[in-house]
């Protein structure tokens, strides 16, 4: 038979046997051949005219047809590539890749949810406007909070929708107006999963229930709330439920935490924990608020979005979702965790009957009154980080929201107690806080950040960790705070001129919780006491035998050769 190729898309998401996906160096590639059942050939380069790299397509035979995949790897990040899939008769299409782990620059994102495409008229018009608007925002992918299809075992469902996105001449593409095509990012909703076969979801989207891939400085992990788990109609039983998911998210965010590259947390997935049209007492929402909350505030999850519900929600910042049962926990400082998202992209809105619970923030929203198809479009850019949910009519606002960093960009001048944004050469920094923070600084050129992580005694008692900051040269700096695991909170944080005679003494004090020794340092003529990280454990010697963790002598300017006890 002919090779027939129907429609293509792309995909940011880890696909079979891989752990990781790296949107910054990888793109997926794939489409549908109703005739070619064996491999492909991609071809793409820097320049529509040099296609002069290539990789063949993996198929799998579904329906009439086949599904092909491939893999783009060894790409340059934040760059443009040209590609055409050489049974393609059309013209060379475009992406871009992502910026690199820890880019602090400008990134935008479209989030949606509840597609729920099926052969109605009326959803798939919807539809195509919700694209519409997403795509106008330039995002540099779509992230789907489940329910793209209607019924996920209905091959025109997943046709319907993929035609659309593909462009067929109905509007709706997932192209933006400078001509990138806009990579996919799916997790599971129920309507997926109506039927008895996974096929259709391993062939469109991945067989990967859960993933985690960073953007830049924002690392967007996609969760499975509870549909696999209740996918019981057949024989394909996924081990991916609730708790079955916790080992990977507690990892996740574990070295999330300690990642200097990374500032922003969102996570996603389809049932709310707060929802916007049913029961925030449901089975799936509790098990959201109790098995993942704890999780997502511990370890700093800056947003979260769902879906499922139908309508445009913005829940209020809340404090503890395990145990939140009312106003009271709603909170307005960086803690607090927002849900957002509930849709829908193109199918029927709901009623919306949770507006007016307590869990939502009722007065940031311009429009309620019986909802329309929406999309979220997230702006983040250094700490700012902006949600602004359209009405698919491209200029109804509904909300918008600004989502507070964890990194807290505050230093206090201890003699007037106001705030200012920078510290001078030769400073040290004492930060008063508990829990575990994450220091850095910059001079305010701007060059590299650099980063010193430190661990108060115990997580909730009020300590002091003072930093001394070698080797500056520059006149002025900057410098964050983030607030990491252990519910840290920062009480103060001074900044004053380190001398030789203030720190080159003998200090007395209790051990760190890990049992390592406070240690007196110095290099390059400044001298400071802190947890020693990236020193050797030294105890009763002089000032002049310390050395670095490399053997280096750290000792420059004796000042009064204390030791140290």
């Known amino acids: 038979m002919a090779s027939v190729l129907e429609y293509q898309w792309l995909v940011w998401m880890p696909q079979t046997g891989a752990a990781t996906f790296d949107p910054a160096t990888e793109m997926i590639v794939k489409w549908r051949d109703s005739g070619q059942a064996t491999a492909v050939q991609v071809d793409y380069g820097l320049a529509s005219g040099s296609l002069t790299s290539n990789v063949n397509s993996t198929s799998e035979a579904l329906a009439a047809g086949w599904i092909h995949t491939a893999k783009l790897t060894g790409l340059t990040a934040d760059t443009t590539f040209y590609f055409k899939v050489s049974s393609d008769a059309g013209a060379v299409r475009k992406f871009r890749t992502a910026p690199a782990a820890g880019y602090a620059g400008e990134k935008v994102f479209a989030q949606c949810s509840d597609a729920q495409i099926n052969l109605n008229a009326t959803y798939r018009a919807d539809f195509r406007l919700t694209s519409t608007v997403a795509m106008s925002k330039e995002p540099l992918a779509l992230i789907s909070s489940g329910?793209?299809?209607?019924?996920?075992?209905?091959?025109?469902?997943?046709?319907?929708?993929?035609?659309?996105?593909?462009?067929?001449?109905?509007?709706?593409?997932?192209?933006?107006?400078?001509?990138?095509?806009?990579?996919?990012?799916?997790?599971?909703g129920n309507h997926e999963l109506e039927g008895t076969a996974p096929e259709y979801v391993d062939a469109f989207f991945t067989p990967q229930y859960h993933w985690k891939v960073q953007i830049g400085d924002v690392l967007?992990?996609?969760?499975?709330?509870g549909n696999i788990e209740q996918w019981d109609q057949g024989s394909y039983i996924n081990p991916?439920?609730?708790?079955?998911?916790?080992?990977?998210?507690?990892?996740?965010?574990?070295?999330?935490?300690?990642?200097?590259?990374?500032?922003?947390?969102?996570?996603t997935y389809h049932y709310p924990a707060w929802p916007g049209s049913t029961s925030s007492g449901g089975t799936q929402a509790v098990k959201a608020q109790t098995i993942w909350g704890p999780l997502f505030q511990q370890y700093g999850v800056s947003s979260a979005y769902a879906g499922h519900d139908h309508f445009a929600k913005?829940?209020?910042?809340?404090?503890?979702?395990?145990?939140?049962?009312?106003?009271?926990?709603v909170t307005t400082d960086a803690l607090g965790l927002r849900e957002l998202g509930d849709g829908p992209m193109g199918n029927t809105t709901f009623?919306?009957?949770?507006?007016?619970s307590w869990y939502i923030d009722d007065d940031s929203y311009d429009v309620t009154g019986g909802g329309r198809q929406n999309c979220d479009i997230?702006?983040?850019?250094?700490?700012?980080?902006?949600?602004?949910?359209?009405?698919?009519?491209?200029?109804?606002?509904?909300?918008?929201?600004?989502?507070?960093?964890k990194l807290v960009a505050l230093a206090t001048d201890a003699a007037t107690n106001t705030t200012s944004t920078s510290f001078t050469a030769n400073s040290t920094v004492s930060i008063h806080a508990a829990g575990q923070v994450r220091f850095r600084y910059r001079d305010t050129s701007p060059g590299a950040w650099a980063y010193t992580t430190y661990q108060v005694k115990t997580a909730g008692d009020d300590q002091d960790i003072t930093a001394a900051i070698s080797g500056l040269t520059e006149d002025?700096?900057?410098?964050?705070?983030?607030?990491?695991?252990?519910?840290?909170?920062?009480?103060?944080?001074?900044?004053?001129?380190?001398?030789?005679?203030?720190?080159?003494?003998?200090?007395?004090?209790?051990?760190?919780?890990?049992?390592?020794?406070?240690?007196?340092?110095?290099?390059?003529?400044?001298?400071?006491?802190?947890?020693?990280?990236?020193?050797?454990?030294?105890?009763?010697?002089?000032?002049?035998?310390?050395k670095w963790s490399d053997n280096t002598a750290i000792w420059a300017l004796a000042g009064d050769g204390g030791s140290m006890a």
């Open 147 to 188: 329910d793209f299809v209607d019924n996920g075992n209905t091959l025109s469902h997943w046709t319907e929708i993929f035609d659309i996105i593909s462009g067929d001449g109905g509007g709706g593409e997932w192209v933006t107006p400078t001509g990138f095509r806009v990579p996919l990012m799916a997790i599971l």
């Open 220 to 225: 967007i992990i996609g969760l499975d709330s």
């Open 240 to 267: 991916t439920t609730w708790d079955g998911q916790l080992g990977f998210l507690t990892d996740a965010l574990i070295r999330a935490s300690t990642d200097e590259t990374i500032r922003w947390i969102i996570a």
């Open 314 to 329: 913005l829940s209020q910042p809340i404090d503890d979702w395990a145990t939140a049962t009312g106003a009271g926990n």
């Open 351 to 356: 009623s919306g009957s949770a507006i007016g």
């Open 378 to 405: 997230l702006t983040i850019d250094g700490l700012s980080y902006h949600d602004q949910c359209l009405e698919n009519d491209g200029s109804t606002q509904i909300f918008s929201a600004d989502i507070p960093s």
């Open 476 to 546: 002025a700096y900057e410098f964050e705070v983030e607030l990491l695991q252990g519910g840290g909170t920062l009480q103060s944080l001074t900044s004053q001129t380190a001398t030789l005679s203030e720190y080159s003494r003998e200090i007395s004090g209790s051990s760190w919780e890990d049992g390592s020794g406070d240690l007196v340092y110095v290099k390059d003529g400044i001298v400071g006491c802190g947890y020693y990280q990236d020193f050797s454990e030294v105890t009763g010697e002089s000032l002049a035998n310390l």
